[in-house]
């Protein structure tokens, strides 16, 4: 129900949403007169960098984190037989302990788990439950082995809340279908790759699979440790773009938001200023750090307490641009 009304046609969300989407490149210059609207943006969203590197991310911590379930699950009907001589009945009734547990952590536990540690580090925590408890299973008596089927439940439900949330949190309006689609194949091929591996390790010893499942669930944590300055780089482009085409830098509650470039543009925008100079023979990689400084001093900064303060002063930065320009333009025709 939540989700229905945040993105009815006529709900106010989507509303909002589509009025920034449509008005986004129907806004002025920042210090102009009101004439001059800004150009259109021949590269919008967050590019293919972001986008690679949030199925890369989030991709292969999927299927880790599908594998090692898949093993666990496809697998402890087996070990329950062959261990504990349990009877179907008996087995199915281990399974749903765990789906209990899986269903009283996804409302209680993985909320709070997230709000304390975030997506990344809750991912981290659930992989490492179900390597606990997948290893759990195969040790002690078969309370124990029930109790580790249950703390891998619940490795599992913390990982796959933090997993979709963390997903979607790397994604904009206009990338999110394909990040969510790509992760969801990489989910898929881990609830493939599970049984198969699972399975084939079965036949040499029905404990393996939990092995497996373990080093699995360990492999994902260590990749989304590994990968957490890539998410944090891409958190940080996604936030630095929302204003990105918009009449103003300044957000409603959240005040000034600074624009920040994809490495598509940065790297376009350095492209074009190094062949500017050297074209125009500035000797701009002897005399680096001078011309460094020389942009410092000629960009300085703007307020942004308010969108008039902004404004003038950028105005006043143009201004002494057109000056500096015109009054070159004098010196070279004198010689």
């Given at each position: 129900v939540p989700i229905t009304w945040a993105y009815l046609p006529e709900s106010k969300e989507w509303l909002l949403m589509n009025s920034r989407e449509t008005s986004k490149h129907q806004v002025f210059s920042p210090g102009g007169s009101g004439s001059t609207p800004v150009p259109k943006l021949s590269n919008p969203g967050v590019g293919r960098w972001a986008t690679r590197m949030a199925v890369a991310v989030y991709g292969l911590t999927s299927f880790f984190g599908m594998l090692a379930q898949m093993s666990v699950v496809s697998m402890f009907v087996l070990f329950a037989s062959e261990q504990y001589g349990?009877?179907?009945?008996?087995?199915?009734?281990?399974?749903?302990?765990?789906?209990?547990?899986?269903?009283?952590?996804?409302?209680?536990?993985?909320?709070?788990?997230?709000?304390?540690?975030?997506?990344?580090?809750?991912?981290?925590?659930?992989?490492?439950?179900?390597?606990?408890?997948?290893?759990?299973?195969?040790?002690?008596?078969?309370?124990?082995?029930?109790?580790?089927?249950?703390?891998?439940?619940?490795?599992?439900?913390?990982?796959?809340?933090?997993?979709?949330?963390?997903?979607?949190?790397?994604?904009?309006?206009?990338?999110?279908?394909?990040?969510?689609?790509?992760?969801?194949?990489?989910?898929?091929?881990?609830?493939?790759?599970?049984?198969?591996?699972?399975?084939?390790?079965?036949?040499?010893?029905?404990?393996?699979?939990?092995?497996?499942?373990?080093?699995?669930?360990?492999?994902?944590?260590?990749?989304?440790?590994?990968?957490?300055?890539?998410?944090?780089?891409?958190?940080?482009?996604?936030?630095?773009r929302r204003t990105v085409g918009l009449r103003t830098g300044l957000l409603d509650t959240e005040g000034w938001q600074d624009e920040y470039g994809t490495p598509q543009e940065v790297r376009a925008l350095g492209e074009f200023v190094a062949t500017l100079l050297t074209t125009r023979h500035y000797r701009w990689v002897t005399y680096n750090r001078q011309l460094q400084n020389c942009l410092s001093d000629f960009f300085p900064l703007l307020p942004v307490e308010s969108e008039e303060a902004h404004r003038e002063a950028y105005n006043k930065v143009r201004e002494h641009a057109r000056y500096c320009a015109s009054h070159s333009l004098l010196v070279l025709e004198k010689h």
């Open positions: 349990l009877d179907p009945l008996r087995a199915g009734f281990a399974m749903t302990l765990g789906a209990v547990a899986s269903i009283g952590t996804n409302v209680w536990v993985s909320p709070c788990v997230q709000r304390r540690f975030g997506d990344v580090w809750s991912s981290i925590l659930g992989c490492l439950f179900m390597s606990i408890g997948s290893v759990t299973i195969v040790h002690g008596t078969l309370s124990m082995s029930i109790a580790g089927l249950m703390i891998t439940y619940l490795g599992m439900a913390i990982s796959g809340s933090s997993l979709a949330s963390g997903t979607a949190n790397l994604t904009d309006t206009l990338n999110r279908s394909t990040v969510m689609m790509s992760v969801r194949m990489f989910k898929a091929a881990g609830a493939v790759a599970g049984p198969v591996l699972a399975g084939t390790v079965a036949g040499i010893d029905h404990r393996l699979p939990f092995v497996a499942a373990a080093s699995s669930a360990l492999l994902g944590a260590l990749w989304q440790l590994l990968t957490k300055p890539i998410y944090s780089r891409i958190r940080e482009l996604i936030q630095g």
